[in-house]
């Protein structure tokens, strides 16, 4: 059973501070099911730098994109010549259901031996002697194989691959001060960021988070109108078009790909009637008098956080929401060495602080920016209140009011 987090209520104080609090990382309860196993196995791999079981879990969308040279999957390099169809454990799963042999479902028989041989040792296959065939097992496909699981991982491992390949240029930066904004990473990032948070969203966004807002719900089911700032492909913002049909709903983010695919994924989703996306930065969408505004995973990324949430107070209504959801962290050093934080700071000396520092101002808050941070953020952008109001092991999100 999943713990839910305190609800913690305070007026913003004038110098943006917080009130010293114990920030926990909450897990998935108790009873220790075989899938937390699986879980904090993959996690303890992923932090360890395991290329293969990285390579194995970031399953592919079909495309061809960039892959780690030697790893199973059989991508090629864009442009340089037919990509042969993705490999990952769904796939190999349906592929064996169906009856396909496991070389024509996945790759060349040595290809697919070394492979399957080193999921085995690893523990994420099953290997019978008897019979010599490998296993998925379930607890093993849910971590693997669903997408709308809050255990999901792929999308973890793929956004850690595509930040990998933009290590050098981040460690160039580095030595002068320079920064690397989001436009000019690898695709991996992008795609392996939506599928990374979705399925939190997906199982806590409508649920969760947006009952935890004062009379929010009843505000979005009467109709009002949204703005999703960095909505990236427009996970999120595609979610809450489809639970709250008499609303509407404005995406935006700076980078014109995400866009792009964020109009497909509404017009495939059908919400095209009541969804917007527009190319524009957080401190300057366009609208006014939002009923609610929503961040997701993207306020600590941003040059300069200060100005965002000036002009979101601009184009708030007065009696408005502005709800910014970020990574779980603490306001202490202390409070995030563990291994949440390790993984969140990782990406953030790779990621989102090399993005914050090829903006303008530069501010750097970090991923593991904190309560205080963010408090602080919103306090100097000329909101008065602030209350932190649920938490996952991943994420926190905080309701802030003028």
Known sequence: MRQRGRHLVHQAPADGSV??????????????????????????????????????????????QRQHPGLPGG????????????????????????????????????????WLNAQAAGGYV?????????????????????????????GFFQIALGTVHDTADVIEAARSGAGVGWHEHDTDVHVGCERFFRPSYHAHLVAEWLPALDGVVDRLQQGTTVADVGCGHGASTILMAQAFPASRFVGSDYHPESIAVARERAAAAGVADRVSFEVAPADGFTGEGYGLVTMFDCLHDMGDPVGAARHVRS????????????????????????????????????????????????????????????????????????????????????????
């Open 126 to 154: 099953a290997y019978d002697p008897a019979t010599t065939t490998y296993t998925l097992p379930p607890e093993q496909a849910v971590a693997l194989t669903v997408e709308d699981s809050p255990a999901f991982l792929p």
């Open 315 to 402: 184009r708030l209504a007065d009696d408005g929401t502005w709800m910014v959801v970020e990574p779980m962290a603490g306001d202490r050093v202390e409070d995030n060495l563990n291994p949440v934080g390790r993984a969140y700071h990782g990406f953030s000396t790779l990621l989102c602080t090399p993005s914050s520092l090829s903006q303008d101002v530069g501010l750097a808050l970090g991923t593991q920016a904190g309560p205080g941070r963010i408090a602080a953020v919103t306090t100097a952008g000329g909101f008065t209140r602030f209350s932190r109001v649920a938490t996952t092991p991943f994420n926190q999100v905080f309701e802030v009011r003028p």
């Open 19 to 64: 009130a010293e609090e114990e920030v926990g990382v909450h897990g998935l309860g108790q009873e220790q099911h075989p899938l937390v196993d699986v879980v904090d196995g993959v996690r303890g791999l992923l932090e360890q730098g395991d290329p293969v079981l990285q390579g194995a879990a970031a399953h592919r969308d079909g495309r061809p």
């Open 75 to 114: 991508a090629v390099e864009q442009g340089q010549g037919p990509a042969r169809e993705p490999r990952a454990p769904g796939r190999l799963r349906r592929r064996q259901q169906a009856g396909v042999p496991v070389a024509a479902a996945s790759a060349e028989e040595p290809y697919a031996r070394e």
